[in-house]
């Protein structure tokens, strides 16, 4: 046999030429799998960021909750919710009790968990709540089960200790004694923004020299004429929030008419400026006027945006009141120094900005620009064409780094040095066309930065996958270090950084040895370092861990029923998940507290497939059943399924012959209890050698491949690498390999949740028959 070694794996993903034309070491397809450092690995997991309590309440403690009141001696309380969003999906809890709504009503009856009889109600139609004999004199929590909208750190404490924010499509929430608990009450702030506007955040001086401000704008506004559920510009100051751009509160006024700036997609410092892009200016009036200037960057006076009218005349201007402009309150007079505005020579909308270095990269819809600094405090900015061809188009796709800056854009994924804009997509060119643009569904597009995997990771919503779905449905995956690809599945509708976390302890973590992959002493663990965490369409939050091999369980699952519609089923049920973004045949794990699912077939009680998507909020899982009446307080869990397809080998192709593959060596991370299936394809064609050997009774193996030690080798119980082999029967043109998890493997959880790790391969070959013969 001729041996051929594949490794390092480099290239990770490519799809730009056929299958057999790709290098020895490439992919054409690497699903929930990427190459980090020489070597494929299985797709991120993640954890829950509420360590304390079961399982159930660290889910609880990761979501985003509002306290809505205690309750009394008895166990009693009521209440009217904040806010004007009451749907199905949303839950309160009590302690370990979990009160969940699952029908809508003027009030319905929610499930409870805690075996108590008493009263559980909601009004989805009001937000009144009423919940009788529950623990005494406990708080009382309110999950609203909004998108996660934003994610952000406040700059205020000292380095690698940054309060964390998140927020929902109504309320901001912050990281407090180890849950998501609401900032602010009442109306103070609370936005009436959509699933598509999410929230850009930044850290600037206040009225002090050491008060740091975060101002928030989610870019909600209606034009001409301003609307009631309209969302001005917010701010915090450690304290109290406020709102900064609106008529009661006028700071961003502009000329001596009391035009002022409503709310801007873009909030950014720079230069000793703040800088609002793509502005909404509002003029008032009987009605009042929104202007949207889509091209627009205004900027503040030089300092802090905050000043204020106090008495006489010329006293300290209002930070946006432009030269030669003044506004009069009362008997005070505030006139116009060094702030301003400047259009781009451009009518497409500004959609996002970030920094090289001290330079500011603006990208508009299809072409690129910088927003240079020069050095004239009266004009001190100017727009700079770079490229008129390339822009982007998801405003929170754009990623920075020390020499590039990279977004999504509507022919690709873009890079700009400052000087120039190109693809760095080559490798993948038509990945990015799978991003649906129906309903604006390119603004759900998010990056982030993993700076300790060296990777950035893009959520949007696949129209491959599901064009019915609303929220993000894939992961684009890219090693920058080596410029390598992949794809995840998996529902995050934004990413952010979390630098508040504390070293974790063994009692902490619900996992077994085999499912935690981590190093105990690896740095990520450690209190304060600067982690990686997403948000849902749940509202859960969550770290993001490239060492672990399985992913929260960050979906509730709000109601089961043995009927739907017109449809039953004996042994099957139907899960309402709202907003599940799950496909057919996807896996599931289910964690209840109260009740047993099982898989009467097989007898498995963890994990469970789709059989069927009734519509976003119902899928049909066929067989199960469950031990008793559900009462709630479940949670779902994705099973990530790796699925990896090599290029179509044939070393002898310079000879012009076929080839016979006998075997190859597999060099892999040692694991407890994990296997893989490897299939193969002859010829290129589509057919699988397991498949079409089962159908007509020839021997071609299992295919399967154990990531354990075998027990007939002692020493194999001591090394962290092992190399097994699996043996193959076919010859052709060319021969292809498909790297996966199996269904029977998919429903073990001893190797669904395992780590996968391949380090190299060895093809062992022989040429054949001359071609055509």
Known sequence: MDRFLIAPFNVGLQTDLKPWMVPDEAFVRMRNSYVFRGRVRKRFGSMYMGLSGNMSQQGLNSRLAVRVGTTNSSGNVSGT????????????????????????????????????????????????????????????????????????????????????????????????????????????????GSDLNFF?????????????????????????????????????????????????????????????????????????????????????????????????????????????????????????????????????????????????????????????????????????????????????FVWQRINTELGSESPHSTVPFDKLVITIGSSGVHACNGANVERIDTKIPDEVFQISTTNQQIQRVYGVRDYYTEMVYWSFPSFDENPNDIYPNRVLVYNYRNDSWGFNDDCITCFGYFEQATAFTWSQLNFTWSEWNMAWDSGVLESQARQVIGGNQQGFVFYIKSDLSNNAAVMQLTNVSSTYSMLSSTTGLFFTIVNHTLQEADYIYIQSASQTFTNPVTGNTQIFQVSQIIDSNTILINPITISATYTGGAFIGRVSQIDILSKQWNPYNEQGRDVYLAKIDFNVLKTTAGTVTVDYYPSFSELSMITEGTGTGTIMGTGVLELYPYTYIPIEQYQSQLWHQVYFQAQGSAMQIRIYYSDTQMVNAGSAFSDFELEGMVLHTQATSARLQ
């Open 81 to 192: 919710v904040p806010g004007a969003e009451f749907n199905i999906g949303q839950s309160f809890s009590i302690g370990t009790a979990i009160f969940t709504v699952y029908q809508l009503g003027t009030p319905g009856a929610m499930y409870r968990n805690d075996n108590v009889s008493g009263t559980a109600t909601f009004n989805t139609t009001t937000g009144a709540f009423v919940i009788n004999g529950a623990a005494i004199t406990t708080a009382v929590y309110y999950y609203p089960s909004l998108p996660v909208m934003g994610l952000a750190l406040y700059e205020i404490t000292p380095i690698n200790n940054q309060p964390a924010y998140a927020f929902d499509t109504q309320f901001a929430y912050t990281f407090s004694n180890g849950m998501w608990i609401r900032s602010g009450s009442g109306t103070t702030p609370q936005w009436e």
């Open 200 to 380: 850009q955040i930044e850290n600037w001086d206040g009225e002090t020299p050491n008060e740091v401000v975060m101002f928030v704008t989610n870019y909600n506004y209606t034009a001409p004429t301003p609307a009631a559920t309209d969302d001005p510009i917010w701010y915090f100051d450690g304290t109290n929030w406020a709102t900064y751009s609106s008529p009661v509160a006028p700071y961003t006024v502009v000329n001596s008419d009391g035009t002022f700036i409503f709310t801007a997609r873009i909030i950014v410092v720079f230069q000793g400026r703040l800088l609002m892009l793509n502005t909404v200016e509002q003029t008032p009036g009987s009605p009042a006027a929104n202007d949207v200037f889509v091209n627009r960057c205004r900027y503040s006076l030089f300092g802090s945006p905050f000043t204020s009218v106090t008495s006489g005349s010329d006293v300290a201007p209002y930070a946006f009141l432009q030269i030669n402009q003044s506004y009069t309150v009362g008997a005070a007079t505030a006139n116009g120094h060094d702030a301003g505005f400047i259009d781009a020579p451009t009518e497409e909308a500004i959609i996002s900005a970030e920094f090289i270095k001290d330079r500011l990269i603006v990208y508009f819809e299809r072409s690129t620009f910088e927003l240079a600094f020069v050095g004239n405090q009266i004009d001190p």
